[in-house]
C-alpha cells in the first residue's frame, strides 16, 4: 500500500503519462520476487488506493447553465427552464421530445470534491492540526504586517463574531476561481472552470502550498459559465453555510480531543472579469470602477468607439507631485479626491 501511494504520489507530481506509469509498474514488478503483489496496471493501482481516497461528486449540469440535477431535478432528463436535454445528443435540436434521451454521456458535467471531510482529515493530522493554528500560537506579533492576521479585516472578524474568533482552529478561507484551458492550446476556445480555496490560517510559507490549496470544484467546459456560476457553487456554499451556522464536529489530532470546527470566506482572490462573475457587479461599461460606481471618469473614444477610464490622479496623496502634471497626462491638473469606498451595508442595500 506504502509503495503504490508514494508511486501515485510521484507521478502527479512530475506528470507521468499513463504509459510511462504502466512500464514503470510493469519494471518493478518483474524485479521483486514472483510472489509479490505489487499491481501492473494504473487501474489496479487506483483500486488499491480507492478505500483511502476522498469521494467526489459528478453532478450533471444543464448546458446552458439553467440548473444542476440535483435535489428536485435530480430524476429528470430534460432542463425544466429552456428544455435542453439532459444528456448529449446526436443532432443540435432543442427543445422537442425526439432531443430528448434516458441516457448516455451528459452535456455538461460538475465535478465536487466535498469539503468538510477534508478539514477532517487535515485535523486528524497532528502536523496539521498545530499548523493550523499557527496564526495563534507561533506568529510574530510586532505590528508589521505579514499575513492576513495581521490586517485589520482579522481583527474585525473577531470583534464582530467573537464565538468565531475565541476558537483558534475555526478556518478563515480565501476562495479563487478563473478559467482555464485544461488541453494547454491557446488556438482552443476550451474553457473549464476551477474553484480553489486556501487555507489562512496557516503561515505564509505553507498557506500557498500545493498540498493545502483544496481544489472543491471543476466545471466543465467548453464554455464558461459566466454569470451563471452561481448555479455551480451551490455545492459548496451548501456546505460552507453548515461550517458557519452549525459546525461540524472534528477530531483534533494534535491536542488528542474533539471540538466543533466552523469556517468562513475571508476573501476571493480572481482577476477583473472574473470579480464581475463573483459578485454580480459589472465591470464594464461607463461605471466599471466599484469605488467611483456612478462618479466614475470615463472617455468614449472618437473613432475606436472604446470607453477607457481616466482621472486616476485622484486616488494619491493630495501633495502628490503627479496631481500639477499636465502635459504627462490629460493637460489638467487633478484637485479632486478620491470617493469614499462603500461599506457592507451599502452594498447590500
Known sequence: LSTVLRLMNLKAKYGWSYKSFIELLELLKLMLPKDNTLPDRHYEAKKVLYPMGLQY??????????????????????CPRCGL??????????SSDEDVVDKGPPAKVLWYLPIIPRFKRLFANATDAMNLTWHADNRKCDGMLRHPVDSPQWKKIDGLFPHFGSEARNLRLGLASDGMNPFGNLSTNHSSWSVLLSIYNLSPWLCMKRKYVILCM??????????????????LIEDLRILWEEGVDVFDGYHQQSFKLQAMIFCTIN?????????????????????????????????????????????????????RLKKAFNGCQEHE????????EQVYE
Open 57 to 78: 461528486k459528478k453532478i450533471h449540469a444543464c448546458p446552458n447553465d439553467c440548473i444542476l440535477y440535483r435535489k428536485e431535478f435530480e430524476s429528470l432528463r430534460k
Open 85 to 94: 436535454s439532459r444528456y448529449k445528443v446526436k443532432d443540435d435540436g432543442r
Open 218 to 235: 471543476m466545471i466543465a467546459g467548453p464554455k464558461q459559465s459566466g454569470n451563471d456560476i452561481d448555479v455551480y457553487l451551490s455545492p
Open 271 to 323: 482577476d477583473f472579469p472574473a470579480y464581475e462573475n463573483l459578485s454580480g457587479y459589472s465591470v464594464k461599461g461607463h461605471h466599471a470602477c466599484l469605488i467611483c460606481e456612478k462618479q466614475t471618469s470615463y472617455l468614449q473614444l472618437k473613432h475606436g468607439k472604446k470607453t477607457v477610464y481616466t482621472r486616476h490622479r485622484k486616488f494619491l496623496k493630495p501633495n502628490h507631485p503627479y496631481r
Open 337 to 344: 479626491i478620491a470617493p469614499t469606498p462603500l461599506t457592507g
